[in-house]
């Protein structure tokens, strides 16, 4: 079966716009998790949706939302871009909500902010 | 805070050879330790995991030591091919909370023909 996909693979922004990143996961997955992958940083964990609702949310500021649709899409949204928000940002799937061990990711949406 | 500390950043080895890569935590409630395999323009995948009631596991050329006392695992490539070059993350995971992996920086691993 097909598996996570995201898109747009790439993006180009400018400070202060604001970005929407899009997420479909495995077919019968319904959490979706957001990480944020920097070569600094590393892998971060953004939130997590399940059944449309944000059941968990890391430590990044509240420019940083999403959304979960019925039919398990998720959507991540970044308002007033900040050079520092340049990153690949990957979802992830799982079959049930809170379950880390079990992630299968995208290959992410490449984010610069110019 | 980085909770899981990944070492070395980056790591050349010769077809053959084998490829060491380290990682220590502090919180003892993780438990649970899997290894992310990440080739360029892909996402990481799951590689190899282990938890702590073991000091072992090994899936082919891949092995996981794990020493509970000493808060450190390790990766090791046995027979290193190139094919392998990619970065590898380890990370952690409290299953108390279950949703957020807490990963390694990254070792990017070069294996030369």
């Known amino acids: 079966k097909a598996g996570v996909t995201q898109t747009p693979r790439y993006l180009i922004k400018t400070r202060g716009q604001q970005v929407t990143l899009s997420c479909s996961p495995i077919s019968g997955h319904r959490s979706v998790s957001w990480y944020q992958q920097t070569p600094g940083q590393g892998l971060q964990f953004l939130f997590e949706y399940f059944s449309e609702t944000q059941r968990n949310k890391g430590n990044f500021p509240g420019r940083f939302s999403g959304r979960q649709f019925s039919n398990s899409r998720s959507e991540m949204n970044v308002s007033t871009l900040e050079l520092g928000d340049s990153a690949l940002y990957l979802c992830a799937s799982s079959l049930i909500f809170g379950n880390g061990e079990k992630l299968f990711f995208g290959s992410g949406t490449q984010l610069s902010v110019l | 805070q980085q909770q899981v500390k990944q070492s070395p950043q980056s790591l050349i080895v010769q077809k053959g050879g084998i490829s060491i890569i380290n990682c220590a935590y502090e919180?003892?409630?993780?438990?649970?330790f899997p290894w992310y395999q990440q080739f360029p323009g892909k996402g990481p995948a799951l590689l190899i995991a282990i938890r702590p009631d073991v000091s072992e596991k090994k899936e082919g050329r891949f092995t996981i030591s794990f020493n509970k006392s000493a808060k450190q695992f390790s990766l090791h490539i046995m027979d290193s091919q190139p094919g392998d070059s990619a970065t590898y993350f380890c990370?952690?995971?409290?299953?108390?909370?279950?949703?957020?992996?807490?990963f390694g920086k990254g070792t990017s691993l070069l294996v030369t023909p």
């Open positions: 919180n003892t409630a993780f438990d649970y």
């Open positions: 990370a952690a995971l409290d299953q108390n909370s279950g949703y957020a992996l807490n």
